[in-house]
């Protein structure tokens, strides 16, 4: 029995010279090297107790080291859990126990307040720097630099991503190795990668855009990425000379136009751009053809299905569409209430089959079935039509989802939050269009009889309990929300009413 995720992405580099990553520094990590530091670290969890098909719960920033962890535990057969960073000790409780985590890997400078959550879910807690310092890398550099490949099927899991919940608690989406290996070798057909090419790499690695699409597109081509640790204007403008290809947000897209240093000879050596996980407007994508003569590929993809269509290589790269499916996926737009598939053109709930699309919900058989069909396909939430050339178009979202900066947000998460503070009654929480990030969140609050609102004692209690790219940017009082005649919140009044707050 083989592991295929490793087989397929790892094994082929072992004692390869080539370079794999370019740093910040000037340095680089040649793929033998990274592979060495993998196998140190799937020693080092097998002497800390972790087995087969446990899960290993990560908080650590952008590294290398971080990106080695998650080689080790597909190696090691153990399903890798990646935690936001901005992710807050309360928000990190539920993750970890949740998903009886056997270890969680965390910052050194996190160590103390992390260790309450770890002991009450009985898993050990390591740490791990982005410079590579830690407990964590202490034991693994004790290691030998080979270790044994865990043999796993194609259907056994390889990662565990939790998802905003609608109802306040996330989902844990359940990957197998097919989900991304199979992505992963669509995507490198369809996007035509190779050995020759460079990816900069400047998206986090807790989100499946900068881990599953953007990495294991590059191990699987064998090309090297320049890795930087963030989205920064300066770098990526240096940066580009030496690279083929961008993968990001429509935020990395409107900075870079932003900066008139930004021309068509700084983007000259690159072959394709692609922004995802979030819609693109219109207008950044003929701003940006006009200043480069490039277009950018947008696609579309949930955690729950990694990628599930792309706008072509070669043809027409629609705006304001996310393409076609890619290979072996399908897709259809269905009534709401029905399931019933509609024609061409009408608005609807876009349903997803394929390899790629999830195994269900970590612990939540029933809303498995609610979201995942018994004949494969996953009812995505979000509302969208096929027009008559077989473009796929996102006309909204379902569910109230907001998307800032690339990141999910679910309302209800938020409201909860509002709602248990003193002194208020009830909260509606939206998304405004935002001219950086897309969208942003706005909280509308209703104060109990009687009291009157601290905004600022709120945004505190945000600032300590939610993570920044949640928190609200504008709170807004109000002595009663819209409502139906069914008593149901009019959050579209309410996008209306605040739909310009962001601007001017």
Known sequence: MSNPLYDALFAPHEGQQSTFLELPDGGTISHAEFLEMAARMANALADLGVSTGDRVAVHIEKSPHALALYAACVKSGVIFLPLNTAYTARELAYFVDDSGASIFVCDPGEEEALRPIAEKAGCPLRTLGSNGDGSFTELACTMATRSDVVPRSRDDLAALLYTSGTTGRSKGAMLTQNNLLSNAEALVDAWRFTEKDVLLHALPIFHTHGLFVATNIMLLAGGSMIFLPKFDLDSVLAALPRSTSMMGVPTFYTRLLDD????????????????????????????F????????????????????????????????????????????????????????????????????????????????????????????????????????????????????????IYPKEIELFLD????????????????????????????????????????????????????????????????????????????????????G
């Not at 009019?490 to 605040?498: I, S, V």
């Open 260 to 287: 008139p240093r930004f021309t068509s000879d700084v983007a000259a050596h690159m072959r394709l751009f692609v922004s995802g996980s979030a819609p693109l407007l219109a207008e950044t994508h003929e701003r």
């Open 289 to 408: 053809e006009k200043r480069t003569g490039h277009r950018i590929l947008e696609r579309y993809g949930m955690t729950e299905t990694n990628m599930s269509t792309s706008n072509p290589y070669d043809g027409e790269r629609r705006a304001g569409t996310v393409g076609f499916p890619l290979q072996g996926s399908e897709v259809k737009v269905c009534d709401p209430d029905t399931g019933v598939e509609l024609p061409a053109g009408d608005i609807g709930v876009l349903w997803v089959r394929g390899p790629n699309v999830f195994k269900g919900y970590w612990n939540m058989p029933e809303k498995t079935r609610e979201e995942l069909r018994e004949d494969g396909f996953f009812i995505t939430g979000d509302l969208a039509l096929i027009d008559g050339d077989g473009y796929v178009q996102i006309a909204g979202r379902g569910k109230d989802l907001i998307i800032s900066g690339g990141l999910n």
């Open 420 to 503: 248990a503070l003193p002194g208020v009654r009830e909260s509606a929480v939206i998304g405004a269009p935002h001219p950086d990030f897309g969208e942003s969140v706005v909280a509308v609050i209703v104060p109990e009889t009687g009291h009157a609102i601290d905004v600022d004692a709120i945004k505190t209690a945000a600032r300590e309990h939610l993570a920044g790219f949640k928190r609200p940017k504008v709170f807004e009082v109000v002595d009663a929300l819209p409502r139906n005649t069914m008593g149901k919140v009019q959050k579209n009044q309410l996008r209306d009413t605040y739909a310009k707050v962001f601007q």
